[in-house]
C-alpha cells in the first residue's frame, strides 16, 4: 500500500544540475527512512544517499558526497535529491526506496518500497 513515483530525470550536460522528486501515496505518512539509488548498464544497483524521517540523519555514497544533497518534505510526502556538477559516471537510472530499518542504511536489503526509476543522461 505504499506507492513512490520519481521525476525529474532527463538529458543534462555534464557539469549541470538536476533535482529528483519522490512522491509517495499510500501510506506515506508513516516513518519511513528514505533513499536514492541508481544502476548503470552492466552495475549493480548502487547506493546514492538516504535520510531518515526527521531529516536529522543522512548518509551518502563517498562517489556523491559534496555534490548530491538529499532532503524530504514530509509535509507534501515528498523527497528530493539535488544533483550538482554532475558527471558522465552519474548517468544511470534513479530510483527512489523506502524502507523501515532504524537509522539511514546503505544495502538495497533494508528498503521494503521502490519507485519504478527515472532516467538521468548526462551529455559531455
Known amino acids: 500500500q505504499v506507492q513512490l513515483v520519481e521525476s525529474g530525470g532527463g538529458l543534462v550536460q555534464a557539469g549541470g544540475s538536476l533535482r529528483l522528486s519522490c512522491a509517495t501515496s499510500?501510506?506515506?505518512?508513516?516513518?519511513?527512512?528514505m533513499a536514492w539509488f541508481r544502476q548503470a548498464p552492466g552495475k549493480e544497483r548502487e547506493f546514492v544517499a538516504a535520510?531518515?524521517?526527521?531529516?536529522?540523519?543522512?548518509n551518502y555514497a563517498d562517489s556523491v558526497k559534496g555534490r548530491f544533497t538529499i532532503s524530504r518534505d514530509n509535509a507534501k510526502n515528498t523527497v528530493y535529491v539535488q544533483m550538482n556538477s554532475l558527471k558522465p559516471e552519474d548517468a544511470a537510472v534513479y530510483y527512489c526506496?523506502?524502507?523501515?530499518?532504524?537509522?539511514?542504511?546503505?544495502?538495497?536489503?533494508?528498503?521494503?518500497?521502490w519507485g519504478q526509476g527515472t532516467q538521468v543522461t548526462i551529455s559531455s
Open positions: 526506496a523506502a524502507g523501515t530499518e532504524v537509522g539511514v542504511p546503505t544495502s538495497p536489503d533494508n528498503y521494503a518500497f
Open positions: 535520510i531518515s524521517w526527521s531529516g536529522g540523519g543522512t
Open positions: 499510500g501510506r506515506s505518512s508513516r516513518n519511513f527512512t
